[in-house]
């Protein structure tokens, strides 16, 4: 005789035998569920969102670069490598580890002391299953931080923000400092150049007795021919030659006893040109150095952001999760099929048992 097969349909009488046995399980899973819902914590997620610029942008060198617009200073960048170097950034165990001693998570998870490898492991686990860095389809970095403390969630959101920002600046920082240098290198050696310039135009105008070289010319040659005409007439007509002709000869050689004399002003004309459009060249390079100087040094004290806000992180309104009712259905309906399961497993092998045991 063969065994009495089973099929789907007969589970209609078995539930019904087993009826009670099965309300009191899903009943049980019902109470049970619905406490340990109400005994979890409600878990919230802050969210941040900000674009990272070209770090290139920020380097003094091009902040200096002349008739550059302010728009063209912090460019806004899409870049592949600007996204995930901003996102292994966020994701790196340093940035991680400032994150944690600054809120002080071992007390906050519960962990313990740190210091035990193990303790470590956990709260760097917790803390990386609650962050989520992604990038989304508009070229932005979304940064979500989730926690039962939704004023910390935020709180730490905003935090990674600022120290992924901090670090990406770290980046460039020190060859920034080597530009800068080589702005203050450059302005010391024209200060230095236009002092010495400068002393030495000094110089050859006390030498030459040449304090204004168009001026000077103009007197000059104002002098020898009003000197050199009264000459000739005092020669004509019996004048004061002798004192004409000291008086020419004061204005013609450097021997003469004049300060202000021909064969002086000609002999340190061409210096003096040369002197003067030295200084002069220095000068203007020298406040032009000066002034890229200070950008520089100005723009590596200030610390420009690398990157771009778009929307800080607030407390969250709303719960991400548990979903309560989801749990509560979810495990009556599971205790359900498992216990229609076990029960229609328990009929088979009763049903199947007899005929095993009899005999041939």
Known sequence: MSAPSFSLVGLGPIINRWKYLVAGAVALAAVVSIVVALLLPNVYRSTAIFIPTN????????LLEENAQLRNKLELSGRAEDLDRVITIGESQPVAELIIKKFDLYRHYEAGAPGDDKTDNFVLKEFSDNLSIVHNERDAIELTFMDKDKKLAAQVANALVEAIDSVNQQLTLENR???????????????????RSRRELVGARNRY????????????????????????????GGGDVAGLRRALRGLTRADGGNLINLESYVRGTDSLSMFTTRVTDLQTRLIAARSAYETAELSLRGHLSSIYVVQKAYPATKKIKPVRWLIVVGSVVLTF???????????LYRRNRPSAARPA
């Open 177 to 195: 400092r080597k530009v800068v240098d080589l702005y203050r290198q450059r302005y010391d050696y024209l200060s230095t150049s236009f002092e």
């Open 337 to 347: 099929v498992l216990s229609v399961m076990f029960i229609a497993l328990l009929e």
């Open 55 to 62: 770090p290139q942008t920020a380097d003094p060198d091009r």
């Open 209 to 236: 007795g040449i304090f204004g070289l168009e001026m000077q010319g103009r007197y000059l040659a104002k002098q020898l021919i009003e000197t050199e005409s009264a000459l000739r007439k005092a020669e004509g």
